[in-house]
């Protein structure tokens, strides 16, 4: 495909919310809010901010600069510019596609209680944990409900695929992120009016240090790193589609600050709601589909809140499911010459396919086991805890030291004048990037 030929987003507002989109995902929404309640609230939060700004947006700029500067997907991109470190290319688009089959697993079940919401049925009205919890594990067992749902999450998204870059992709992100945020704001004015809702506030905003540990800067990091789709191929992708006027490091700063802002706004969804049900801050991963449907209970209206969450939850992951199947569709399309129609499909029947395993795993199938874990968690600890780390310390690498330098600040630069923060970037993704991703590596490996 040549690049005159080649699909580009509508423009500067459209590249932010469809990047937006891709970061923006269960991991700000689900995953965030238990690990601040775990590590002490306020001052994790700082920690975390600090880290998105060392970590997140350095890597973040140099994955949309590889892909805009060569407008090609993400293996073609590190071909074209080095045939060495083509290996990362590869590794982004296959972490993509694991991810993306058990994250179609997960939000089947976002899919569900939304259903359930609607209904209004008997769990949705249970104030009960343990009602909740036999709910809960009731479903993700259960031979093929679980199935339908993965399944029909998955052609939801390949019909936004196949429709293509614009009428597709920033189409759907355009409708999709303001809903998302809009969800967000309503649920957050809700959540903080209960009662003690403003302790759970304090908690989340208020600093105290003394609840710092490594562990929780440790977390920090992986968490800014994982929230911003960092070594997936997705940001080497959507920078492939970006425009000649497109601001790389404006549009890297824009995304990095919505990302942000959602996973704050959830924490200010979460919390109060907590706070005022008496429930432990640090509920883990229950807290959004065991915990909080037994708050919603306890809501005027608990049907219509219920409702809101798992739209909005629903939402996030829809926005991130795209994502990830257009990097591999990308991939499939370029380098074997498919038509988008046909590459869309050989992603989506793969990766049905493996999301139907991997929800097996947790059911009928529990024998179907990798080292001791289910399919499932397999997937999750080789993708969270090695394929994504090497990938995104193989990007500063290559950014840093292989890139022609050249050609990576004219992405950033095109109007010819550095700017003054340039050597503070480079001194980050040449060094400092890098020794933070192995600490992260080390740690996730036990090594630490």
């Given amino acids: 495909m040549s690049q005159e030929n080649r699909a580009t987003f509508g423009g500067r507002i459209g590249a932010v919310l469809v990047a937006a989109g891709s970061a923006v995902g269960l991991g700000n929404i689900w995953r965030f809010p238990y ?15 600090c880290c998105i700004m ?79 919890t036999a709910a809960f594990n009731s479903f993700i067992t259960h031979p093929w409900k679980p199935l339908i749902y993965a399944v029909g999450f998955s052609l939801a998204t390949h019909i936004i695929i196949v429709l293509g870059v614009q009428k ?16 967000l704001f309503v649920l957050a004015c809700r959540s903080m009016m209960m009662p003690r809702g403003l302790e759970g506030l304090q908690f989340f905003l208020t600093p105290d240090f003394s609840k710092l540990t490594t562990s929780s800067v440790l977390a920090a990091l ?12 997705t940001m080497v992708t959507y920078g492939s589609y970006f425009k000649s006027t497109t601001h790389v490091q404006g549009t890297a700063v824009r995304v990095s600050l919505l990302d942000t802002f959602v ?46 969450f798992f739209l909005l939850l ?17 991939y499939m399309e370029e380098e074997y010459g498919l038509s988008r129609r046909k590459a869309a499909w050989c992603v989506t029947l793969f ?58 600040e004219s992405q950033l630069y095109p109007e010819g004048k550095i700017g003054r923060l340039y050597p503070v970037l480079r001194l980050l993704i040449r060094y400092i990037c890098p020794i933070i991703i192995v600490i992260l590596f080390a740690d996730n490996l036990g090594i630490i």
Avoid at 365 to 390: E, H, Q, R
């Fill in 35 to 49: 690990i601040v309640g775990e590590n002490g609230g306020g001052a994790f939060l700082l920690v975390y901010l």
């Fill in 54 to 132: 060392l970590l997140g947006l350095p890597l973040m700029i140099s994955e949309f600069s590889i892909g805009a500067s060569t407008h090609k997907n993400a293996v073609g991109a590190f071909r074209e510019l080095n045939k060495r470190w083509t290996v990362v290319g590869y590794l982004g688009v296959l972490a993509s596609l694991l991810i993306l089959s058990f994250y179609l697993v997960v939000a089947g079940w976002t899919a569900e209680y939304t259903l359930h919401s609607f209904l209004a049925n008997d769990v949705v009205r249970s104030t009960s944990v343990e009602v909740q």
């Fill in 168 to 183: 597709g992709i920033e189409r759907a992100s355009k409708l999709l992120m303001p809903m998302l945020f809009v969800f």
């Fill in 222 to 233: 992986g968490q800014a790193f994982f929230s911003l789709s960092i070594g997936l191929g």
């Fill in 263 to 308: 996973a704050i706004m959830a924490g200010l969804v979460i919390f109060p709601a907590v706070f005022s049900a008496g429930i432990e801050p640090g509920a883990g991963p229950s807290l959004v589909f065991i915990t909080l449907p037994s708050i919603f209970a306890t809501m005027p209206w608990p049907a219509l809140w219920s409702s809101l």
């Fill in 314 to 330: 629903v939402v996030a992951a829809l926005t991130s499911t795209i994502s990830m199947h257009e990097a591999g569709t990308a």
């Fill in 351 to 408: 990766v049905s396919l493996l999301c139907c395993f991997c929800s097996l795993s947790l059911g009928a199938w529990s024998w179907l086991k990798v080292c001791g874990l289910s399919l499932f968690d397999a997937f999750d600890y080789l993708t969270a805890n090695i394929m994504l780390p090497l990938g995104g310390l193989l990007t500063c690498l290559f950014t840093g030291w292989f890139f022609e330098r050249k050609r990576f």
